[in-house]
T-cell receptor, first 111, second 115 residues
Framework: DAGITQSPRHKVTETGTPVTLRCHQTENHRYMYWYRQDPGHGLRLIHYSYGVKDTDKGEVSDGYSVSRSKTEDFLLTLESATSSQTSVYFC??????????FGPGTRLLVL | QQQVKQSPQSLIVQKGGISIINCAYENTAFDYFPWYQQFPGKGPALLIAIRPDVSEKKEGRFTISFNKSAKQFSLHIMDSQPGDSATYFCAASMDSGGSNYKLTFGKGTLLTVNP
């Protein structure tokens, strides 16, 4: 699992509430990524980070923000969750060359 | 704009048969093409990857075939086993122009291998 943990693993929340997902890595990799996975869409990049405090938008960034205050943690925040953000969220790290390794995922349900 | 198109969406193969999944890409700047395998409830795991300087790469029962002129690449699973039943994703990225190694994924293929 390349030393990646995600928390929480499951969450149910209500529309309009803020939600923060955490990705933690133990190997000091510079690059970290957040994806969402939805049926029929594969994996789509939300945001990524190329260093502490260095982040940028991905393909589907609307409604999401990220922060990276230290190398090991990359946080994904839904400021005001909507039902369209019900999804499975995966964190990934780049570890050598162009290979990305994925965490176990967080299953989020927004009611 | 879908930059990586994957087919078929689903595939059923008998045990011992050959599974073939195809991907096509549009951006000629892509220079890294990985395949990921995902079991239910798990994160995607890197299976095998290829760069455009070779036409084929084999690792055990898994082979990637790459056709640069056609902008296509495919995954072949020989002697398919029920344990290979999973969702497979192709992807592409480029290591140039500040791309930050972002991966673009196909939409996935659900493979079922019947015993």
């Amino acid at each position: 699992d390349a030393g990646i943990t995600q928390s929480p693993r499951h969450k149910v929340t209500e529309t309009g509430t803020p939600v923060t997902l955490r990705c933690h890595q133990t190997e000091n990799h510079r690059y970290m990524y957040w994806y969402r996975q939805d049926p029929g869409h594969g994996l789509r990049l939300i945001h990524y980070s190329y260093g502490v405090k260095d982040t940028d938008k991905g393909e589907v960034s609307d409604g999401y923000s990220v922060s990276r205050s230290k190398t090991e943690d990359f946080l994904l925040t839904l400021e005001s969750a909507t039902s369209s953000q019900t999804s499975v969220y995966f964190c990934a790290i780049r570890a050598g060359g162009e290979t990305q390794y994925f965490g176990p995922g967080t299953r989020l349900l927004v009611l | 704009q879908q930059q990586v198109k994957q087919s078929p969406q689903s595939l059923i193969v008998q045990k011992g048969g050959i599974s073939i999944i195809n991907c096509a890409y549009e951006n000629t700047a892509f220079d890294y093409f990985p395949w990921y395998q995902q079991f239910p409830g798990k994160g995607p795991a890197l299976l095998i990857a290829i760069r455009p300087d070779v036409s084929e790469k084999k690792e055990g029962r898994f082979t990637i075939s790459f056709n640069k002129s056609a902008k296509q690449f495919s995954l072949h699973i020989m002697d398919s086993q029920p344990g290979d039943s999973a969702t497979y994703f192709c992807a592409a990225s480029m290591d140039s122009g500040g791309s930050n190694y972002k991966l673009t994924f196909g939409k996935g293929t659900l493979l079922t291998v019947n015993p």
